[in-house]
């Protein structure tokens, strides 16, 4: 899996310590395997991220330690699961202070506590790079049925992650974060996964976790900005720009009234699409 994450075209590839390693596994040698596997380079992914188990686990200190030794220089950001106050972050942030001075934290939201917390973990740290939600975990902590990780219910008259996603990536936003979804593990269903990967995007989330390479291609289509979009935005700002030089602050385009705020909506949208 390490060797095939090599090539996948994905934004970020994150090595798991947490929940893909079997409790008999936490051990010396699997966390030099990753160190080894980070520094052996070669990714096609711009950003590398290593998870490690939750910060009041048995196995969190040798993770962090051992792994930012060996492979600090070449690690982009740690993400810190099961976050639930502004303590877990600082405490992160102050042992990376003596070990990894450049890597970044990305903070995983699983739990009732820590989306209560969520505005305050987002400000918690100048590490923090991003929110990203963890919906099995989430879903666990408030005892809600889930046979299918980040699926959505249909005896639920409407998106039971609504208010979850949407407090998570309005935090993100008011600290300047990336909000990113959790996996969606129905790995056979595309159109599923599709579904899932909209709502957040139409939420403010900048991207989605997948589990599997088959994924990677359906939230970079459903993430990145349309070519119709990305036209549209830049005929926005062309026809703004000429209602400038009239002296005017609003313009007519399509039959539709555009202004200010219809500048700051293009200029986010191309924005997106530099960013993927």
Not at 99 to 110: H, M, T
Request: charged share 25%.
């Amino acid at each position: 899996m390490l060797e095939k994450a090599r090539s996948i075209p994905a934004d970020e590839i994150v090595i798991d310590l947490e929940d893909a390693v079997a409790p008999a596994d936490k051990t010396d040698a699997t966390r030099q395997r990753v160190a080894t596997a980070v520094l052996a380079g070669e990714w096609r992914a711009p950003t590398i991220a290593v998870r490690v188990n939750a910060p009041r686990s048995q196995w969190f200190m040798d993770d962090l330690d051992q792994v930012v030794q060996a492979a600090g220089e070449a690690i982009d950001c740690i993400v810190v699961p099961k976050v639930e106050s502004v303590d877990d972050v600082a405490m992160v942030a102050e042992l990376l202070d003596s070990r990894g001075p450049s890597i970044g934290l990305e903070v995983q939201i699983e739990s009732a506590r820590g989306m209560v917390e969520v505005e305050r973990i987002a400000g918690a740290s100048p590490r923090v790079e991003a929110l990203v939600f963890g919906p099995a975990d989430y879903a666990a902590s408030l005892g809600i049925p889930q046979p299918d990780i980040g699926a959505i219910n249909p005896a639920y008259p409407g998106d039971q992650w609504h208010y979850a996603r949407s407090r998570i990536a309005v935090a993100a936003h008011a600290y300047g974060l990336d909000a990113i979804d959790g996996p969606f593990a129905a790995l056979q269903d595309a159109d599923g996964l599709r579904e899932s990967a909209l709502r957040a995007q139409l939420l403010g989330f900048g991207g989605k976790w997948v589990i599997h390479p088959d994924q990677v291609g359906v939230c970079n289509e459903v993430f990145a900005p349309s070519p119709e979009e990305v036209a549209r935005a830049a005929r926005v700002l062309d026809a703004l720009q000429e209602a400038n030089t009239r002296g005017a602050g609003a313009a007519s385009l399509d039959g539709m009234m555009i202004d200010e705020a219809s500048r700051k909506l293009a200029e986010a949208l191309l924005a997106r699409r530099q960013e993927g």
